[in-house]
């Protein structure tokens, strides 16, 4: 818009005036000062039409309900590996995010649901399927490579953890099938089964924000604190499964 706008002025302007300037040539300076006149006319011309410009954007490139963002991973990164295990690490780091906020959402669901959140979950689990796809077909096509061994253990550490992300997004749509279920049955727990999920839930919260924060930060320290409080969850829901067959 600014381009057409300036160029017909441009152009009204050289037919009148004859502009001189045209037939010299131009020097960084120049092509700088007139790069940024352009830039500050152009900002002060639209920004009295941030609301029409916002509309005629979106009639352009209106959004999709079922679209899902898709992870972008460029071929040419494979001619410097390291910096493609970066940016595929980057990408498991988002994915491992996601999972975390699919799992403790569907948590939240089957306590008390809700329909938006329901969806949201379901948006997640598509959206790290999506992920794994795009990360382990991108991956395995960088392990021919001739990579150091250390590059070779990140493609391999980043393979098996993709696997394990995409599986809590799956975990975290049962749950919210489970809720829906629920639901549509007019079903609920006692208060006491209540109680104690609410107490697995707080612990396996607990794991999630320990191994993300782990994964994220590359930290064997937080990584060991995981372990303990996976053996906890294991017992807890022995027992729980145990008590709430006994109230049964």
Known sequence: ICTAVCLALYLIG??????????????????????????????????????Q??????KVLPDREDEVSAPMLDSRLMATPSVAIAECNGLAIKMAIAAKDALVTAMSVL??????????????????????????TFLVQLSVKRLSEKDSMQVSKILHTINDFERLGDHAANLVEAAQELRDKGLSFSDKAKTELALLQEAIGEILNFTTDAYAENNGATARMVEPIEQCVDHLVTDIKARHITRL
């Open 111 to 136: 306590n008390d649901y809700d329909e938006e959140k329901a969806n949201q979950v379901f948006a997640w689990e598509k959206e790290l399927d999506k992920y794994e796809d795009t990360l382990g």
């Open 14 to 51: 050289d037919s009148i005036f004859e502009f001189a300037f045209v037939d010299r040539s131009i020097d960084a300076v120049g092509i700088a000062a007139v790069h940024s006149i352009f830039n500050v006319f152009t900002v002060g011309l639209l920004l009295p039409f941030c609301k």
């Open 53 to 58: 410009l916002e509309m005629l954007a979106n």
